[in-house]
């Protein structure tokens, strides 16, 4: 039973360089999100998708991109890394929506130098 | 919009006593709170939560109360364990497609 899948688990990004976080789910939940955690600041939501083909901004979504084509997976791309994008991002997924359980990957350690 | 402010930002307890994490939020329109246990290098997990026509839910150990009037809910750990370690977050919702605001989190250390 895999649940939620990140990958990659860590990784270093120079400024100005682009990548792809990938998430997928096993759990055929309609609803999926991505998060970010700094440290002492909790889980600010960057974006999330109520199903295939539909997307929308959460808290946070400046500098980052998503797609939804399939309900299984869903990338998280950002363009142009900064700094300030230096975090943990978790992916997560839930069977009804925000005000339901959610469940979350191992999470991604991501550094922009 | 929503604010969720969570106290304490680190709690020490010895092992076998009781913990308790408060947490307030603002928008009185919330109405979903879950409590989430977050363990060293995983992703956050479910512990319980409650729903605003609910003043108090228990499962085993743990158990959240709600006070809506008050704008408050807390987190209560009995007989805590050392496989209670961990950061613990509270959160509001108002609604199934609307956001989900999570407190800033609170360390938990289980003293022997």
């Known amino acids: 039973n895999a649940g939620v899948t990140q990958t990659p688990k860590f990784r270093i990004l120079k400024i100005g360089q682009s990548m792809t976080l990938q998430c997928t789910q096993d759990?055929?939940?309609?609803?999926m999100y991505w998060y970010r955690q700094d440290p002492g600041m909790g889980l600010k939501l960057i974006y999330y998708?109520?199903?295939?083909?539909?997307?929308d901004k959460g808290e946070v979504p400046n500098g980052y991109n998503v797609s939804r084509s399939t309900t299984e997976d869903f990338p998280l791309r950002l363009e142009l890394a900064a700094p300030s994008q230096t975090s943990v991002y978790f992916c997560?997924?839930?069977?009804?929506?925000?005000?339901?359980?959610?469940?979350f990957g191992q999470g991604t350690r991501l550094t922009v130098v | 919009g929503e604010n969720v402010e969570q106290h304490p930002s680190t709690l020490s307890v010895q092992e076998g006593d009781s913990a308790v994490i408060k947490c307030t939020y603002s928008?009185?329109?919330?109405?979903?709170f879950p409590w989430y246990k977050q363990e060293l290098g995983k992703g956050p997990q479910l512990i319980i939560d409650?729903?605003?026509?609910?003043g108090e839910k228990k499962d085993q150990r743990i158990a959240v109360t709600l006070n809506k009037t008050a704008k408050h809910f807390s987190l209560h750990i009995t007989e805590t364990q050392p496989e209670d370690s961990a950061v613990y977050f509270c959160?509001?919702?108002?609604?199934?497609?609307?956001?989900?605001?999570f407190g800033k989190g609170t360390r938990l250390h289980i003293l022997p």
């Open positions: 997560a997924s839930s069977p009804k929506g925000l005000n339901t359980e959610a469940f």
């Open positions: 759990m055929n939940h309609n609803y």
């Open positions: 998708s109520v199903g295939a083909g539909i997307t």
């Open positions: 928008d009185s329109a919330s109405n979903y």
């Open positions: 409650i729903r605003s026509n609910v």
């Open positions: 959160a509001a919702s108002r609604g199934r497609d609307d956001k989900i605001i």
